[in-house]
């Protein structure tokens, strides 16, 4: 078991990573009280949830199975969490426990952080987006018709579990859209990590036990080094959105949950290469090669069919990362280091989203 | 104008008072970019919102009109708030004002907590309850079929704004509801206070201005000391909530907006003053005296006809100061000093809500 620490303070937090780490009993040290709220969906509920329950035999633990997918990501969606924890009378000690992928880390922890003003919860990630990316950082929260995860919360876990065990019955797609959150850690911060990502990429596609869990924790640590940084975003932490303005444009259009959130980023993280090629930092050689890793990994690399870049644009204006309307991007100075643009030339982001949607 | 600090480290912020203070300058030293929403409701808006628009003619400011009343503070209440911030494209530096009672200020406080993980907020009270209370120390929230403010977050505004002259406006009932949490501060911490109160209640009930700005200045101290001790109610926070286990019983029994908060807290010190009694802590001559002070300014001093013994158990059982399923009680050690009771005596609470639903 490997264990990376997330330093916040007085909300700082581990992040257990192995084989078989969802029922280590670390879990039982991270509760607060002999309540427990366990939340997870129709997927991965059946397959796990018996397993967590087994190892919290000694605490009264009640069930939440959320339907399956991001079209349920709203804040209606969250009622049945709520109405389950007042149906059961759980008070302010009860722990929430979210077991599954992103939708159901980002909506529980929401919920975690709402219900009585904010409850104890532990993460136990079941996919491989959501083991090196969203259950690390204290992000959670839900959908709204005009933008994605425009309402919720920054609220820490107590503690992660990130279980490679349960990869193994994980879609083929989506271990792809894991590792283009993978590919994206490479990309933003760390060059050498890039090129061990593909050197080691028909491993990680094989599920290796060993190498997954290396990139797992480097994924983990280097999240949690610029979380620890950043908490609330306020500068840094923009970096970790790299590709995501423009893969958020991709999931409005399509309607959430259409494509994947990793499959949509993928094409970002291509788009932003583009972009920062027009703007010189990056040859099209580097853009080729982002390309190649991305498809190599299974993941599409061209925006769907039929969007324009009028589309992109109109959604794009709605992206979170604006502040007061400005366009704010996320671009690449060279593979391996990102950086924040708040002000990037018209021409080159209209060339960009021109050839991106005619490719 | 009067100024109370909240001190609360990073999110400490001053409290305003005093007659036109709505429209003072202060009020854009405290806003983050150039946008504003100015989020009110049917009977405030249409009293107020030009007045603070007129303050704030350089900025872009959206308005929202809530329906009026506690039926419509639900998480699904929110969602007029997220629309018109997402119409109108705001940013993470739009700030959030809530012009108007304790409902207003709770879901826009909630709102401001979650619009994009959290943007500045600012209060401008239009209620003597919410001027001495809701509107001070970050509790922020909605109600849930099961029980009140169930869903919410502890967030602090940037400032807060408590205007006498909107007290003219107040229908005499809701200036009771607001003394009835004056009162309230009375009896949990400061004897000298409530004798001050027992005799400057007619001024009060006259909205004599001086008088008036006294009590709220008084109140927002009391409640900003206890707030800057324990922002997240580990512990002597919970003192606030004096007469509000049986309170919130009460509204929710009627269904929430029947009965005002005020008037329900009213009966809830009733009734923790007779708890107290029967442990021996008070005397019947005390309780007489917190009786004759709340009936003098306008307040029920019984349960509604017809809720029973039963009917208080109920609802208390899911009452947020239970700790995994035990009771929280709020009661005096004597006048002028609360303390927390976490295993009061069944036979006596059984007696005095026998007694006070006979009575």
């Given at each position: 078991?490997k264990t990376v620490?997330?330093?916040?303070e007085?909300r700082?937090y581990?992040?257990y990573?192995?084989?078989?780490?969802?029922t280590?009993p670390a879990?039982t040290?991270?509760l607060?009280?002999?309540?427990?709220?366990?939340v997870?969906?129709g997927s991965?509920?059946?397959?796990?949830a018996?397993?967590v329950?087994t190892a919290l035999?000694d605490?009264?633990?009640?069930?939440?199975?959320?339907p399956?997918?991001?079209?349920y990501?709203?804040?209606?969606?969250?009622?049945?969490?709520?109405?389950a924890a007042?149906?059961?009378r759980?008070?302010?000690?009860a722990t929430l426990?979210?077991?599954g992928?992103?939708?159901?880390?980002?909506?529980a922890?929401?919920?975690a952080?709402?219900?009585?003003?904010?409850?104890p919860?532990?993460?136990?990630?079941?996919t491989l987006l959501?083991?090196?990316?969203?259950s690390?950082?204290g992000k959670?929260g839900v959908?709204?018709?005009l933008?994605?995860?425009?309402?919720?919360?920054f609220?820490?876990?107590?503690?992660?579990?990130?279980?490679?065990?349960?990869?193994?019955t994980l879609?083929?797609r989506?271990l792809?859209?894991?590792l283009?959150?993978?590919?994206?850690?490479?990309?933003?911060g760390d060059?050498?990590?890039?090129?061990w990502?593909?050197?080691?990429l028909?491993?990680?596609m094989?599920?290796e036990?060993?190498v997954?869990s290396?990139?797992?924790?480097r994924?983990?640590a280097?999240?949690?080094?610029?979380v620890a940084?950043?908490?609330?975003?306020s500068?840094?932490r923009?970096l970790l959105?790299?590709?995501?303005t423009f893969g958020?444009a991709?999931?409005?259009?399509?309607?959430?949950?259409a494509?994947?959130?990793?499959e949509?980023?993928?094409?970002?993280?291509?788009?932003?290469a583009r972009?920062?090629?027009?703007?010189?930092?990056?040859?099209e050689?580097?853009?080729a090669?982002?390309i190649?890793l991305?498809?190599r990994?299974?993941?599409p690399?061209?925006?769907?069919q039929g969007?324009?870049?009028?589309?992109?644009?109109?959604?794009?204006a709605?992206?979170?990362k604006?502040?007061?309307?400005q366009?704010?991007?996320?671009?690449?100075?060279c593979l391996?280091?990102?950086y924040?643009?708040d002000a990037?030339?018209?021409?080159?982001?209209?060339?960009t989203?021109?050839v991106s949607?005619?490719?």
């Amino acid at each position: 078991m490997k264990t990376v620490q997330v330093a916040l303070e007085a909300r700082s937090y581990p992040i257990y990573i192995g084989a078989g780490v969802m029922t280590h009993p670390a879990l039982t040290d991270h509760l607060a009280g002999r309540d427990v709220l366990l939340v997870t969906n129709g997927s991965v509920g059946p397959l796990y949830a018996a397993r967590v329950e087994t190892a919290l035999s000694d605490y009264r633990v009640i069930q939440v199975t959320l339907p399956d997918g991001e079209a349920y990501k709203t804040l209606e969606g969250l009622m049945p969490i709520f109405d389950a924890a007042l149906s059961a009378r759980m008070g302010r000690r009860a722990t929430l426990i979210a077991l599954g992928g992103g939708v159901v880390g980002d909506m529980a922890g929401f919920a975690a952080a709402s219900y009585q003003r904010g409850i104890p919860f532990i993460q136990i990630p079941t996919t491989l987006l959501s083991q090196v990316d969203s259950s690390v950082g204290g992000k959670t929260g839900v959908n709204h018709p005009l933008g994605k995860n425009m309402i919720g919360a920054f609220y820490q876990p107590q503690a992660v579990f990130a279980d490679t065990d349960v990869l193994s019955t994980l879609p083929p797609r989506e271990l792809s859209a894991g590792l283009a959150e993978v590919i994206k850690y490479g990309l933003l911060g760390d060059l050498e990590f890039l090129h061990w990502i593909d050197a080691q990429l028909p491993a990680l596609m094989a599920l290796e036990p060993t190498v997954m869990s290396e990139a797992i924790a480097r994924c983990c640590a280097m999240k949690a080094a610029i979380v620890a940084e950043d908490e609330r975003e306020s500068g840094r932490r923009a970096l970790l959105n790299l590709g995501h303005t423009f893969g958020h444009a991709i999931e409005a259009h399509q309607g959430y949950g259409a494509w994947l959130h990793g499959e949509a980023v993928a094409v970002g993280l291509v788009m932003a290469a583009r972009c920062s090629a027009g703007l010189g930092d990056l040859t099209e050689a580097e853009v080729a090669k982002v390309i190649d890793l991305c498809a190599r990994a299974g993941l599409p690399t061209q925006p769907p069919q039929g969007m324009t870049a009028t589309d992109f644009m109109t959604h794009m204006a709605v992206d979170k990362k604006n502040l007061d309307g400005q366009l704010r991007l996320i671009l690449l100075r060279c593979l391996g280091e990102a950086y924040i643009e708040d002000a990037v030339d018209p021409a080159v982001l209209a060339h960009t989203l021109e050839v991106s949607c005619c490719g």
